[in-house]
């Protein structure tokens, strides 16, 4: 694998089938940084492009890479093109689906590992933007999102060829990063790259459920609705049961409707769930941080990092609903 545009071993990181994408790919960042090839206010897509480009199995915005003289296609197996189905000119626009990129799996024991996804998130001011597409959380599977966007998961295969041949490729499960940028152009900016589980408190089942709960209690309380104890209890019970994201996101035909109606579950970010908020002061301004969860990280994890990209700190934040979790972090004024 190649981060920042030097060669990095599989074996070099601890727990490789989770975080070597993430470690990867912070490393490389901070090595572009040094280097000036990239800055704190270069767009997030440059920022990945830069440090990962060969290591991409999926990009969205493939039209703009193309602008930038990216192509994406390049390297992509005909055969894998005409088994999957996919028209040339599929490998040239923007999905506008989640995630932004997907990285390439790899193989270690004839199980899959890597593979990870990455969101990106870029305000300009102190919170994070809202989570449009997917409910953000720490794993998802190929087959969670193919259901929302089947494009995201046949480019990425075309990518991945032949290893997307595996019969798990569509199953396992891959680690979710977000990549967020606060306060953008302006001296304070932050950027994190941020380990899913940060935002899933909660399963998601549970969230959705409870969200199609509270709507009905709200209506009961506040339209004055009369619904007897039992039958509410037991419309209580078919909500806990309406759990499928992917169901409740697709299009609805309604007999005699001339329109098709959709939802579309959209989330925003509590404070306590914003790693840049005043809620974590150790999150410095001017600085790129890799936050995972503590229970992953090992001591020798930061030795591992500052081998590679020295003037590297660390130190433990405790989320008030997930528990502790570790923050390597660069102050990029050190440049």
């Known amino acids: 694998m190649s981060y920042g545009g030097k060669r990095v071993s599989p074996s070099k990181w601890p727990l490789m089938n989770d975080l070597s994408d993430a470690v990867g790919f912070f490393v490389g960042f901070l090595r572009c940084i040094k280097q000036g090839t990239i800055t704190l206010d270069s767009s997030l897509e440059k920022i990945v492009w830069t440090v990962s480009w060969d290591n991409l199995a999926y990009i969205d915005s493939r039209k703009t890479a193309l602008s930038d003289g990216r192509d994406f296609s390049k390297g992509i197996d005909p055969a894998a093109l005409a088994k999957l189905k996919i028209n040339k000119s599929q490998l040239s626009t923007q999905s506008q689906a989640f995630p932004d990129f997907v990285f390439r799996v790899k193989q270690e024991d004839g199980a899959l590992t ?37 494009i995201v998961v046949r480019i990425a295969s075309a990518k991945d060829w032949p ?46 459920s409870q969200m199609f709960l509270n709507i ?86 930061l030795v591992e990092i500052s081998q590679e990209v020295p003037d590297l700190k660390s130190t433990t934040i405790k989320h008030k609903r997930n528990g502790e979790y570790t923050v390597f972090q660069y102050q990029a004024d050190h440049t």
């Not at 506040?222 to 007897?228: A, M, N, Q, R, T």
């Not at 909500?239 to 007999?255: G, V």
């Open 163 to 208: 290893l997307s041949e595996h019969p798990d490729y569509r199953t396992f499960q891959r680690r979710c990063f977000y990549l967020i940028r606060t306060c953008r152009g302006k001296p304070k900016a932050k950027i994190s790259l941020v380990d899913g589980s940060f935002f899933e408190t909660l399963p998601k089942d549970h969230l959705i």
């Open 216 to 301: 009905l209690t709200q209506h009961r309380n506040e339209k004055k609705l009369v619904i007897p104890e039992n039958i509410y209890e037991d419309m209580k019970s078919v909500f806990t049961q309406m759990t499928d994201q992917a169901i409740i996101a697709s299009t609805q035909r309604i007999e005699k409707a001339s329109i098709k109606p959709r939802l579309r579950i959209m989330a925003e970010v509590e404070p306590e769930g914003n790693p840049h908020s005043k809620h974590y002061p150790e999150i410095v301004e001017k600085t790129i941080n890799l936050i995972l969860p503590r229970r992953l990280t090992s001591p020798d994890l």
């Open 114 to 150: 890597c593979g990870s996804l990455l969101e990106s998130k870029d305000s300009a001011s102190e919170s994070i933007s809202s989570f449009n597409s997917t409910l953000p959380s720490g794993t998802k599977s190929f087959h969670d999102i193919e259901q929302l966007n089947k």
